[in-house]
């Protein structure tokens, strides 16, 4: 019995093992893959050859690349951005309820819970320029005389595209910033009471700084989401008009499922995979700072 | 002892069972297909396939021995495709081989299949490529659709060569056959025309324009913001039909003598600029850039538009005051039947570039989903897809297709059935229209050049571009895809 007797150190390798086989078999392996076929010519129809960075070489001169990457960053800047600025007011007023918090908590999740496709043609329905509801309603109001043409205008699809993302992210990021601001000590809020310091002087003071870390968890999670998501827009816009909405994902996705070029996708996945690990890097540098 | 024998004799059997099973598989994988079932017998294929009832060839239950059921990816809901159903239901009675399907929905369809060609998954027997003319080069090209045998030289003769085409491949054999297809016709509501003074149903795309801009002016007066003169779909694939109506309209074609497709051509450059100024000058929505085939026709069946270049399918559906209520009522939204019974909406052939073109010029593109076989499935089951396949072109499953769905006849002699067209609503604009249509093969890396097209036309509509500039830009783009 004696010679069985391991390390904790050991031991936490052991049980790790399992799991450790699995990532890299799902995980490492595939990414191998992918890493090996961005640097081939592979379109189905010509035999597979080797061309080194030519894919990458390629993308970065392609003006469709160009101009996905900016609607990319605009599409997920946006999306953060509004996400954030509607959970965290969200989720400061959700701490504050007295009766019926549960039942509203569990309301609010309810976006979380539908597809990010559906979410695009729910939004589809809403903004459809000939019998959309939004127009309708805008209408019937007074405020527009003509209906507004949303998702065929370059400037508002994007917008549109942005909205209809963020509906199904604010739920999440507003349950994780309201789990950060129950978390928060009781006696900080009287002893700053005490003290005589207003509402906002506690919100930004206590309640704020001190959820910062799952704040930044979830803009960390909100980010890397919506920089590579494309259910929504795909369902919504389809990346039109005129490529407004055109991020780098449906690129991808287009190169794999119309273009067929395996490569240039493959190519396409490593860079957005390196821009992913790169914004994950400067929300896990302030994590840690924090 | 005792154990080592038992050992051996199960080993033995597991060798034979074996070596048998694997003996079965190579007679099929040698003979295959072509080898068991005799395409020219009872009948020779083009008889089979054209008489009014469908005949299965020689050999075909052997062949098929144990398959239950074969399964196919549908492109959207059967609920909409009845003739479809029905053709099923017809197939299953003839074979007892159930068909069996998944409803997937046409913006997803092509990466579904792509998806299981590549992973070389056999268990989907058979699929529908929507956008037939520009996919299909791209399956062929890649080697994942199975031949199709019963092509024979009479067979191809039998059909139309544009389409036949289409599906054959560089080695000359044919891979693919019609799930469903429609070409195009102008759409019109007759009281808008009345209540908008125009004499006369348009004929020519110049007659188009201006009775498309009286009808709107005079709708956006008298009844709201919300009516157009016309619609069209500008945010997918079909933008590419209208643009191809107007060249084709023209006497002009697309492709041209080296294989390429050129837009910026004489005709080109006109028909672009039509459908540009279309949208510039207030006759249809800039709404069209956010709509797909589905939505423009939606928006017609709504009522909301005096014309459109509609497909051929939706006769049929216009004609249903279930799904079409508001074309059952004319313009001021008072319950009308119109002339002939079926709602206030008539149609007419595609119309022709101006008046000093030949007739033979309203013609439009014909728009085809194509059935393919995947190479991938085993052998029996490819059988049974092939039987489905062949089944689904015959002039029985075209009469369907014709009568209960609206949809076109691969076989032109459907039309000449008398029994058959009598049960055709609109025959003569639809016989007309059939005969006009214009099929072009369209090379593999089509689709990309599609894409380009629809984002200059955006950028055209909405200024960005001048409709010249956008075009030009588009094309030098294409050639360096083909060149």
Redo the contacts between chains.
């Keep these: 019995m004696k010679n069985l007797q391991i390390k904790n150190s050991q031991f936490g390798l052991i049980v790790s093992l399992p799991g450790l086989i699995l990532l890299l078999l799902w995980v490492g392996l595939p990414l191998m893959l992918l890493i090996f076929v961005s640097f081939t010519r592979y379109d189905v129809i010509n035999p597979v050859k080797f061309v080194g960075l030519q894919n990458y070489i390629y993308l970065f001169k392609d003006r469709i690349f160009k101009l996905a990457l900016t609607r990319t960053l605009i599409f997920f800047a946006g999306s953060t951005l509004v996400t954030f600025l509607f959970s965290v007011p969200a989720a400061w007023f959700l701490s504050r309820i007295r009766y019926g918090g549960t039942l509203i908590r569990t309301l609010i999740m309810f976006p979380w819970a539908v597809p990010l496709i559906v979410s695009g043609f729910i939004w589809g329905w809403i903004f459809n320029a000939s019998y959309g509801v939004l127009n309708h309603i805008l209408t019937t109001l007074g405020i527009i005389k003509e209906n507004i043409n949303i998702l065929g205008k370059s400037y508002l699809a994007i917008i549109a595209v942005i909205i209809a993302d963020s509906w199904t992210r604010i739920p999440f990021m507003t349950i994780l910033t309201l789990a950060g601001f129950t978390s928060i000590s009781k006696s900080l809020y009287e002893a700053a009471s005490i003290d005589g310091a207003d509402i906002f002087y506690t919100t930004w003071h206590i309640t704020l700084k001190l959820s910062k870390g799952p704040i930044l968890t979830g803009l960390l999670i909100t980010s890397i989401f919506s920089f590579r998501t494309i259910d929504a827009i795909f369902s919504l816009t389809k990346g039109g008009p005129a490529k407004a909405t055109y991020v780098l994902g449906m690129l991808d996705l287009d190169y794999i499922y119309s273009y067929l070029r395996f490569g240039l996708a493959g190519a396409l996945s490593i860079i957005m995979l390196v821009l992913c690990m790169l914004i994950a890097g400067i929300y896990v540098f302030f994590l840690l700072k924090e | 002892m005792k154990k080592i024998l038992i050992l051996s004799i199960v080993l033995l059997l597991s060798v034979v069972t074996t070596a048998v099973a694997g003996g079965q598989k190579e007679k099929i994988e040698k003979e295959g297909v072509l080898g068991l079932i005799n395409w020219d017998a009872p009948k020779t294929a083009l008889e089979r396939l054209t008489g009014d009832e469908y005949i299965l060839p020689e050999g075909w239950d052997k062949t098929t021995e144990g398959v239950e059921k074969i399964f196919y990816f549908n492109s959207g809901a059967m609920r909409h495709d009845p003739a479809t159903a029905k053709n099923i239901e017809v197939f299953e009675n003839l074979t007892g081989i159930k068909v069996d399907y998944a409803e997937v929905g046409s ?1 997803i369809l ?2 579904k299949t ?1 998806n299981v060609f590549v992973s070389r998954d056999g268990s989907v027997h058979g699929m529908s490529l929507t956008d037939g003319p520009n996919e299909l080069k ?1 399956v062929i ?2 080697g994942w659709a199975e031949p199709m045998p019963f092509w024979t030289p009479e067979v191809r003769k039998a059909y139309p060569a544009g389409l036949v085409s289409a599906m054959t491949g560089a080695d000359g054999k044919v891979y693919a056959t019609v799930d469903t297809m429609r070409s195009y016709l102008l759409f019109y509501r007759p009281s808008w025309l009345k209540a908008a003074d125009i004499e006369k149903v348009p004929t020519t795309w110049q007659e188009v324009r201006e009775a498309a801009k009286k009808a709107g002016d005079w709708a956006r007066k008298n009844l709201g ?2 009516y157009y003169g016309i619609v069209f779909p ?3 694939y079909n933008l590419l039909h209208m643009i191809q109506a107007g060249v084709y309209s023209q006497g002009g074609r697309i492709i041209q003598a080296d294989g390429i497709p050129v837009y910026n051509t004489e005709e080109g450059k006109k028909s672009w600029d039509y459908w540009v100024n279309l949208v510039k000058d207030g006759i249809a ?6 709509w797909t085939w589905n939505d423009y026709q939606e ?1 017609f069946a ?1 009522g ?1 538009s005096a014309f459109m270049l509609g497909f051929t399918t939706y006769v049929n559906r216009s004609a249903d005051q279930e799904l079409s209520p508001a074309l059952h009522k004319d313009v001021f939204g008072n319950p009308d039947k119109g002339a002939k019974g079926l709602g206030d909406w008539a149609v007419v052939a595609p119309p022709k570039w101006n008046a000093n073109m030949p007739d033979d010029y309203r013609a439009a593109f014909i728009d085809f989903d194509a059935f393919v076989v995947n190479k991938f499935a085993d052998e029996k089951h490819k059988a049974a897809a092939l039987l489905f396949a062949e089944f689904r072109m015959s002039k029985q499953a075209m009469a369907n297709e014709l009568i209960i769905e609206g949809n076109e006849s691969f076989y032109p002699g459907a039309y000449e059935d008398p029994d058959v067209a009598s049960k055709i609503l609109y025959p003569e604009p639809r016989a007309q229209s059939a005969r006009t249509t214009v099929m072009e093969a369209f090379p ?2 089509t ?2 050049a599609m ?1 380009i097209l ?3 036309f ?2 055209a509509v ?1 200024g ?1 571009l001048s409709s010249q500039e956008a075009l030009n830009k588009a094309q030098e ?1 294409i050639d360096m895809i083909f060149k």
Excluded: M, N, S
């Design positions: 913006d092509f990466q792509i791209e090209g890649a913001p919300d500008a945010k997918a929505p800039e709404a069209v850039l956010g928006v709504r909301k593999p890396g689709v990309r894409d629809i984002e200059y955006a950028r909405t960005e783009e």
